[in-house]
């Protein structure tokens, strides 16, 4: 897991040293929203970000709906039969709350959650009146001239699975709009 603490890396082999596997829950489609500002009009200079990660609660209660889920998977009869068992270790950052209480695994989303690396929706395409839209439908950024976005930003709703192929087609709209924006 790239970019992953070695403390968090350790916490995640088995306890007993032996064999072990990793549940990952995904939540899709959240409620929590990040800023993406520039710093000046200085083309190289670095933008502001802030993710906005975790952000709406409801988003932290669906992670904690889903350990419950995984939870339950894990008393199911094939998983009892391969000797399933949850590592019950406590958490850093955590230790002092109860274990296995909502407000336990609050803090746990807290500190473990992570994004799945696939950013989109900080350039949102959106109406000429959508104060939160900084594309139009031709994918150009509104106010500066000779410029459009052609990833995965301009969704301002992120499909339900990777984002690659909607990047794809988004960037083979972009090619046709350039081209007709440029008579060819």
């Known amino acids: 897991m790239p970019g992953c603490k070695i403390e968090i890396l350790k916490m995640l082999q088995p306890p007993t040293g032996g064999r072990g596997f990793l549940l990952m829950p995904t939540a899709l489609q959240l409620k929590s929203r990040g800023r993406l500002r520039l710093r000046s009009r200085d083309y190289q200079a670095s933008p502001m970000i802030d993710p906005g990660f975790l952000t709406e609660e409801s988003d932290v209660d669906r992670l904690v709906s889903s350990i419950r889920l995984t939870q339950a998977m894990i008393k199911t009869e094939p998983m009892r039969k391969i000797g399933a068992q949850l590592d019950d270790r ?95």
Do not use: Q
């Open 90 to 184: 406590k958490r850093p950052g955590c230790e002092d709350l109860l274990y296995d209480s909502d407000d336990y695994w609050r803090c746990y989303v807290r500190h473990f959650a992570a994004t799945a690396h696939h950013g989109s929706g900080t350039c949102k395409m959106g109406s000429a009146d959508d104060n939160t839209a900084v594309v139009d439908s031709r994918l150009r950024v509104k106010g500066i001239k000779s410029l459009r976005v052609a990833d995965a930003s301009i969704m301002p709703l992120v499909v339900s699975a990777n984002t690659n192929a909607g990047t794809i087609m988004i960037a083979e709209k972009a090619a046709d709009l350039i081209k007709e924006d440029n008579n060819h």
